[in-house]
């Protein structure tokens, strides 16, 4: 059974990517994360300065998955690129994960990534719950993604990957606006929302921000129509990420025309171990169906 995935010209062992925020902070965690299986990482958000982040409490959990407003803490680029300064032996391609208030900050935060520690950027674009980034700053139009991802674009030869929201309308307009910029690659997609979860006995918003953006199973069908939608729109590959649990989940998502699959709130369901799980179900889904490898079921929802 094949199931290693090429996503433009990286290789990964298996589709199951570390998604950005969980866990990701330092080379021992993404370590951690390649030990247990993942075939690729996503470090945790950077930015220009240190972000200290919204008060807790900043993350709930709930029936149909998470609420969180982390707010983008961070300890700067500067701290990041010593943390991460040598990834060649961790275990696996290891994407920077950056953002910006505007495309002269994405374009700052591209030039000061090392060349030769990251094996991509992935620009996120996409965020519900921070003032300034993301959707909170209209970075989530084609207008907005197409100068941000021009602006990276013109300082860093490393693959590009675009975040997007699951908010955008429509979808595929974003995505194309990104690839027509130059992008490598789309990952679909954030947090949705923002949501509320009120506290009935105090009679308010549990987060102290009190909204944040909703990620786990109840994303999962949003995402898996998001991915769709941006196969119809774009040729570059798209990185399915939002609810992913299982092995069943990530073959959705490859039949909906994603290549590799990120993973973030599932790990607080099943553990670490969650990358190796889903891997063994995939390869478990295969046999029973004679799957040799991904290639033969990606985008078939399209046909
Ligand atoms: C606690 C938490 C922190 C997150 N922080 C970031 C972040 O710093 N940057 C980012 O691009 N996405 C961040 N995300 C979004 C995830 O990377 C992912 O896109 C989203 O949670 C959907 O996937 P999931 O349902 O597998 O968690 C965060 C999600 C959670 C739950």
């Known amino acids: 059974m094949d199931i290693s995935a090429r996503i433009g010209t990286l290789t990964l062992a298996n589709p199951t990517i570390l998604a950005s925020g969980i866990l990701g902070v330092s080379r021992a965690s993404l370590k951690h994360v390649f030990d247990n299986g993942a075939g690729a990482c996503v470090i945790k958000s950077i930015s220009l300065e240190e972000r200290v982040g919204h008060h807790a409490p900043n993350m709930i959990t709930y029936e149909g998955g998470m609420l969180n407003a982390v707010g983008y803490s961070n300890p700067g680029v500067e701290e990041a690129r010593a943390e991460f300064k040598d990834l060649k032996n961790v275990g696996g391609p290891v994407f920077a994960s950056i953002i910006g208030q505007n495309a002269d900050e994405f374009s700052a935060m591209a030039e000061a990534l090392l060349p030769g520690d990251f094996s991509a950027v992935e620009a996120v674009l996409s965020c519900p719950h921070t003032p300034g980034y993301g959707t909170m700053a209209g970075q989530g139009t084609p207008k907005s993604t197409e100068e941000i991802t021009k602006a990276i674009r013109a300082k ?92 069943r989940d990530a073959v959705e998502m490859i039949m909906a025309g994603a290549t590799a699959v990120g993973i973030g709130t599932g790990i607080y369901y099943r553990g670490i171990g969650i990358f190796k799980k889903v891997c063994d179900e995939m390869e478990q889904w295969m046999k029973k169906n004679k799957v040799k490898n991904l290639g033969e079921i990606w985008g078939c929802a399209h046909e």
Do not use: W
């Open 156 to 247: 860093t030869t490393l693959p590009l990957f675009i975040k997007i929201s699951p908010d955008s309308q429509p979808i595929g307009e974003v995505a194309k606006a990104a690839e027509a910029a130059g992008a490598d690659g789309i990952v679909a997609v954030n947090t949705m929302g923002p949501g509320m979860i009120i506290d009935i006995q105090t009679g308010q918003p549990i987060l102290h921000f009190k909204v944040g953006g909703v990620s786990g199973t109840a994303l999962r069908p949003i995402a898996v129509r998001c991915i769709y939608d941006i196969r119809k729109s774009v040729k570059i590959p798209i990185i399915g990420v939002g609810g992913v649990t299982t092995g």
